[in-house]
């Protein structure tokens, strides 16, 4: 994007493909839709199909909370390789 | 059902609605901005929300009352096909992380109120930005119904709806009522009024939902209880289960993921949205957003609940709002019906403040007057806003309630057309403007007539969301499909319009704006003085 004579930065880093895993993952799981069509195990009487989805509710926030710290530590990352470039 | 009215439960349900109504009106105060007048501050509450702001007002604005009444009642019909709203709504939070940002940033920079502003902006073109803004209206018009008919339930169940035999103007009072007071504080409050009504109803909503799920299945005997319960009724009854069948798999996951694609094209979603300070609010979002799936999660399971407890209703809409009033003492009944009227309002007041948005800014300002100053703006978006809750009004009151459910599943179907033009627009150029249009045009058809011709035991059209997919065999949600569709067709006109050069409009957006966040040179300017200064 900035034509600064610094070395172009690659766009796909380990830290890039860490976050967009924690943002695929939910999309396998939960369109795997038969992998959790069974009742048991139950938990607390509820049956497998119905706890497991909730489950991932919560595993999905954190993937996603993980995605936003990487994601900002990534951003912060560039900000100062490129201030530190410009100096 | 019990006769007469609940006068406990009417009387909690009247209070907390007065309550609201006073909160609704002294919103206009709230956070106020010198230049009232523009369309930024009745429409997008001065671009100034934070956090917590925001998320109460996107929960109040994509987890509607209908969604409480209806995914437990799609449960207390059908079983585990209605659980589809779970996965629904786990993938939303993807989606948005990734995309959302990008419009913020662009709508800052550039002014953009709605997505039909980002669509003409990007190709140049007033037809794809036009064919934006209608799917955006006819799409939310039955929505705006649809929170019309959750409080109509509530009413019903506490008795006031009134009987069969009753006179028309005395049975739909109630719902004249509510519906008067919402279009008086949406219209002098704009969306500050939403915004800070949301926090009562979530509040409100958490409380019954904690209770009701610890309350209830203690009444009940357990989940064990009442997971036996369902099943006995749904093999008796031959249909639906606890599980999805084999065959329905597809559906259940088509379903899902063209709901979660769909969500975020609604006006509504995008007014929220972008009212929020800052990108990073978007983004923070999204990590605490989840606590209302979770929500709607607990709240599903409340449909096999009204099964063991032996609610026999023949609408199942009613289910839920028959289950808190058989289960709970009558006061608290009554907060739990005030939960469900007022989380109708809140997004009955978002949706129509996004219409109105959206028909002011690109059919109004673009085809109509395109010189209006942003007061002519203002008093356009305000009269519309209440237009659009007549409209919405007169749908509930002489249509068929099956009807409002209907074309909220064409609403769907046709939203979902807008994906290619709108987030393809945030990613790349490449898309040509006509082949877009094409697209949408063909994905708009094909999932019209395929939505008409499914038919169910009672309805002989619209009978519900999924069909046979053409070359997979499978069944499944037919705005997926429809999508699909246009994204091919998209891509194969992209092609052939490209090697033909036709013209390729022109894009008034730069590569950095889309990641331009607040503080950035450019973004500050379109926020008022005033609020830019008072938002901390």
Redesign the interface.
């Known amino acids: 994007m900035s034509d600064a004579p610094e070395v172009n930065r690659a766009v796909v880093t380990p830290v890039r493909v860490v976050i967009a895993l924690c943002l695929v993952a939910p999309f396998v799981a939960m369109l795997w839709v038969g992998s959790y069509a069974k009742t048991d195990p139950e938990f607390a009487g509820i049956p497998f199909f119905y706890w497991y989805q909730m489950l991932w509710v919560l595993i999905s926030t954190l993937l996603t909370m993980v995605a936003y710290q990487l994601w900002q530590r990534d951003q912060r990352a560039r900000a100062s390789e490129k201030g530190g470039a410009s100096e | 059902m019990k006769d007469g009215v609940n006068g406990v439960a009417l009387a909690v349900f009247i209070i907390f609605f007065l309550a609201v109504t006073v909160m609704g009106f002294l919103a206009a105060r709230w956070r106020k901005a010198e230049d009232e007048h523009s369309l930024d501050e009745w429409g997008l509450g001065g671009r100034s929300f934070g956090t917590w702001i925001t998320w109460f007002l996107l929960g109040g604005d994509l987890y509607t009352a209908y969604t409480f009444v209806a995914v437990p009642a799609a449960i207390y019909a059908a079983g585990?096909a209605g659980?589809f709203a779970?996965?629904y709504?786990?993938?939303i939070?993807?989606l948005i992380?990734?995309f959302l940002p990008r419009l913020w940033s662009v709508s800052h920079k550039h002014g953009y109120v709605t997505t039909s502003d980002f669509v003409r902006g990007r190709f140049g073109s007033k037809g794809l930005s036009l064919a934006v803004a209608v799917t955006g209206l006819l799409a939310t018009m039955p929505y705006i119904a649809l929170q019309l008919v959750g409080i109509q339930a509530v009413l019903d169940v506490m008795g006031v709806g009134g009987g069969e035999n009753t006179n028309w103007f005395v049975k739909d009072l109630p719902l004249l009522i509510a519906f008067g007071v919402l279009a008086a504080y949406t219209y002098s409050s704009g969306l500050r009024a939403p915004a800070l009504i949301a926090f009562v109803k979530d509040t409100l909503i958490y409380v019954v939902i904690a209770v009701a799920i610890i309350y209830i299945p203690i009444k009940l005997g357990?989940?064990?209880?009442?997971?036996t319960a369902a099943n006995e009724k749904y093999t008796a009854a031959k249909a639906g289960g606890?599980?999805?069948p084999?065959a329905g798999?597809?559906t259940?996951?088509t379903l899902?993921?063209g709901s979660a694609l769909a969500l975020f094209m609604y006006p509504h979603s995008i007014t929220a949205t972008l009212s929020s300070r800052s990108r990073e609010v978007i983004?923070?979002n999204?990590?605490i957003l989840?606590l209302y799936?979770?929500m709607l999660?607990?709240l599903a399971?409340l449909g096999f609940m009204a099964i063991a407890a032996g609610v026999s209703v023949t609408n199942p809409q009613l289910a839920i709002p028959q289950l808190f009033e058989d289960m709970f003492p009558s006061w608290f009944a009554g907060v739990a019906f005030a939960a469900i009227g007022i989380g109708a309002l809140v997004p009955a007041a978002i949706m129509s403040i996004a219409a109105a948005n959206l028909f002011t800014r690109n059919i109004y300002k673009d085809f109509i007057k395109p010189d209006a100053t942003p007061a002519q703006e203002t008093k356009i978006s305000k009269l519309v806003s209440l237009l659009v809750k007549v409209g919405a009004l007169i749908f509930v009151l002489t249509m068929d309630k099956t009807v409002a459910i209907n074309f909220q599943l064409l609403g769907g179907i046709w939203i979902l057309q807008t994906f290619p033009a709108l987030v393809g627009g945030l990613f790349t150029r490449w898309f040509h403007r006509w082949a877009l249009l094409a697209g949408w045009a063909v994905g708009m058809v094909y999932g019209t007539i395929a939505a008409y011709g499914v038919a169910s035991p009672t309805q002989k059209h619209f009978g519900g969301p999924a069909k046979e997919i053409p070359g997979i065999g499978e069944i499944g949600y037919i705005g997926l499909t429809a999508f699909v569709l246009n994204v091919v067709v998209t891509v194969v006109l992209t092609f052939i319009l490209k090697a033909a050069k036709a013209p390729e409009g022109i894009d008034e957006t730069k590569?950095?704006d889309y990641t331009a966040d607040s503080g950035d040179a450019g973004v500050q300017v379109e926020l008022p003085p005033a609020t830019a200064g008072a938002s901390h």
């Open positions: 585990a659980f779970v996965p709504t786990i993938l939070y993807p992380f990734t357990g989940f064990d209880e009442i997971f606890l599980v999805p084999e798999q597809w259940y996951a899902a993921l983004r923070r999204t990590t989840p799936s979770l999660g607990l399971l590569p950095e």
